[in-house]
């Protein structure tokens, strides 16, 4: 990731917008079905949200983070922001509204470490076009964003680009711009699915290469869950597996690659140690309960990859 360009001096290595939340984490048996009782064989609240946990797991390996988002004015939203600020991720970015925090039930399958969420978010935690400030985005030398904010539009992205940021996008649902906004996206990572619901095609290499062609400077990548992630380098493909674990959580790990991701970009690595960098932060967050727990320190992600790399 090389070709890419980097402002030096900002105060921040990263800023994030969009979503936080708090998560109820149900440890179940197995996931229930219709009008199924299962009795929970654990419980516990953590903060989440893709932007606020990606921004915490940047904090943990090294790089200076902020966040820009909405809470409510209940006491799980003032919690929230407690838990980042802990974490020594900036928050004076964050919005309070009148309403309730955005909620996740995440239901933990015991035996596989699978997770199915629930959520609710009422509209008046979303981030108003008024409420931004271009000096907070460009704040940062990189830039990074998901649907939620991205609700009211492009602005945020656009402002980034002409700060000379670095863009990267967390995107896992379709907007009314999709397209647009991936023109002004130079990280552009997705979960698996979502490449071929952008573009319509099935093969995975001929859906990342149409997704290229809307920005051809960008890093478009894929993640694929226990298979690892694909990637194009030029016009190489690159495939890097995942790591066998025996997880404890998968809640998470997209944020975490996203976070690792940018580290990599920031620190200049070449793309397919990216990945395996990026794999291996994802495969340590697996080890605990929760979307934060579990994230590693880049010493412990690098001592995961030298234990993996030992014959």
């Given at each position: 990731?090389?070709?890419?360009?980097?402002?030096?001096?900002?105060?921040?290595?990263?800023?994030?917008?969009?979503?936080?939340?708090?998560?109820?984490?149900?440890?179940?048996?197995?996931?229930?079905?219709?009008?199924?009782?299962?009795?929970?064989?654990?419980?516990?609240?953590?903060?989440?949200?893709?932007?606020?946990?990606?921004?915490?797991?940047?904090?943990?390996?090294?790089?200076?983070?902020?966040?820009?988002?909405?809470?409510?004015?209940?006491?799980?939203g003032a919690w929230s922001v407690e838990e980042?600020?802990?974490?020594?991720?900036?928050?004076?970015?964050?919005?309070?509204?009148?309403?309730?925090?955005?909620?996740?039930?995440?239901?933990?399958?015991?035996?596989?470490?699978?997770?199915?969420?629930?959520?609710?978010?009422?509209?008046?935690?979303?981030?108003?076009?008024?409420?931004?400030?271009?000096?907070?985005?460009?704040?940062?030398?990189?830039?990074?964003?998901?649907?939620?904010?991205?609700?009211?539009?492009?602005?945020?992205?656009?402002?980034?680009?002409?700060?000379?940021?670095?863009?990267?996008?967390?995107?896992?649902?379709?907007?009314?711009?999709?397209?647009?906004?991936?023109?002004?996206v130079d990280l552009c990572v997705l979960p698996e699915g979502f490449p071929e619901a952008i573009t319509g095609e099935k093969d995975l290499e001929r859906a990342l290469r149409r997704l290229q062609r809307l920005n051809p400077g960008a890093v478009v990548c894929a993640t694929l869950g226990n298979k690892g992630c694909m990637a194009l380098d030029g016009d190489a493909v690159i495939h890097e597996p995942a790591f066998a674990v025996e997880a404890v959580d998968t809640t998470a790990c997209g944020d975490v690659f996203h976070a690792a991701f940018i580290c990599g970009a920031l620190w200049r690595l070449p793309l397919r140690e990216a990945m395996r960098f990026s794999n291996a932060a994802a495969a340590l967050k697996t080890r605990k309960l929760g979307g934060r727990p579990g994230i590693g320190t880049k010493a412990e992600v690098d001592a995961f990859l030298v234990e993996r790399s030992a014959p």
């Open positions: 990731m090389k070709r890419l360009q980097l402002p030096s001096e900002r105060t921040f290595d990263v800023v994030g917008l969009g979503e936080i939340a708090i998560d109820h984490m149900c440890v179940v048996p197995r996931l229930p079905g219709t009008s199924d009782k299962v009795r929970m064989a654990r419980y516990d609240v953590q903060g989440g949200g893709q932007i606020a946990t990606a921004m915490v797991a940047c904090r943990r390996m090294g790089l200076s983070a902020s966040f820009l988002g909405k809470v409510g004015d209940d006491r799980w980042l600020a802990r974490e020594d991720v900036n928050t004076s970015g964050v919005r309070v509204a009148p309403g309730t925090t955005q909620t996740a039930f995440v239901m933990v399958d015991q035996s596989t470490g699978e997770r199915s969420v629930v959520w609710c978010c009422d509209e008046s935690q979303l981030v108003l076009p008024s409420e931004l400030r271009r000096e907070e985005i460009a704040a940062g030398r990189v830039f990074h964003v998901d649907g939620t904010g991205l609700a009211h539009g492009l602005q945020p992205l656009a402002w980034a680009r002409e700060a000379g940021c670095l863009t990267s996008i967390d995107l896992d649902h379709l907007l009314p711009d999709t397209e647009a906004a991936l023109r002004l």
